[in-house]
């Protein structure tokens, strides 16, 4: 396990892919219990150790993940995230290249759809106007580097809908590299979606001090090339 912040009240990880964040019904072990273990462990800690999960990444994805190590920082983290005072920071390895998109590098541009959820098939759908039971997805992104197949964005949340950043980019013709569920050609050797939570930001909710943590780059040959080349 990955600790990349820690303190009284919060303790941050970068969690791999695969992992789950909590409990589900597959019975997997999930990151929450093993960061309860190492809490246990470290400090020594009899009895039971409090552990708030206050965000989660889909299986497939890496990066940042907050957790809560006292109720009073949960209960104020659950609020700021609510709220949109918490700011993530997502990275992504698509399909295609910008002459394909019109775009150019570090440029921002605005997505919107409206997307609808297929709680059977676990996939969300994009739609460029609003329809029966959708809700409005917004995201901004930019191009950071590219290769000659693939290409990194940039991506920030406006909303947070089910598997936004996988359906937008898809709807955009830019599928993420290794997600058969939205459209990529082939699967990742590993199982994984080349999608990251880069970093995050927030107001620290009981010391009241700025926190910014970002997660290491993968270990994999095309996400290191792209992260090179990128403007970051």
């Known amino acids: 396990m990955d600790v990349i912040y820690e303190d009284n009240h919060i303790i941050i990880v970068n969690k791999q892919s695969g992992e789950i964040v909590q409990g589900d019904k597959t019975g997997d072990r999930p990151l929450s219990d093993i960061v309860k273990d190492y809490i246990k462990e470290k400090y020594q800690k009899p009895g039971a150790v409090f552990l708030g999960v206050v965000h989660?990444?889909?299986r497939p994805v890496s990066g940042v993940v907050v957790f809560a190590r006292t109720s009073?920082?949960?209960?104020?983290?659950?609020?700021?995230?609510?709220e949109g005072e918490v700011?993530?920071?997502?990275?992504?390895?698509?399909?295609?290249r910008k002459e394909e998109r019109g775009q150019r590098i570090n440029e921002w541009h605005v997505l919107e759809h409206w997307l609808t959820r297929n709680e059977k098939q676990n996939k969300a759908y994009a739609y460029d106007h609003e329809v029966p039971h959708s809700k409005l997805a917004r995201l901004r992104y930019r191009l950071l580097a590219?290769?000659?197949r693939y290409s990194l964005f940039e991506v920030q949340l406006m909303t947070g809908r089910h598997h936004q950043i996988r359906c937008q980019l898809a709807a955009l013709g830019s599928p993420i590299k290794g997600d058969l569920k939205y459209g990529a050609k082939r699967s990742n050797p590993d199982g994984s979606i080349s999608l990251m939570a880069r970093r995050v930001e927030f107001i620290h909710p009981v010391s009241k001090e700025p926190v910014s943590v970002e997660a290491?780059?993968?270990d994999d040959a095309l996400w290191?090339?792209?992260?090179?080349k990128s403007v970051n």
Do not use: C, S
């Open 56 to 58: 989660r990444l889909d």
């Open 72 to 82: 009073k920082a949960l209960t104020r983290l659950n609020k700021m995230f609510a």
């Open 87 to 96: 700011h993530k920071t997502y990275w992504a390895i698509v399909e295609g």
């Open 146 to 148: 590219e290769g000659d």
């Open 216 to 218: 290491p780059v993968p």
């Open 224 to 228: 290191q090339a792209l992260a090179k």
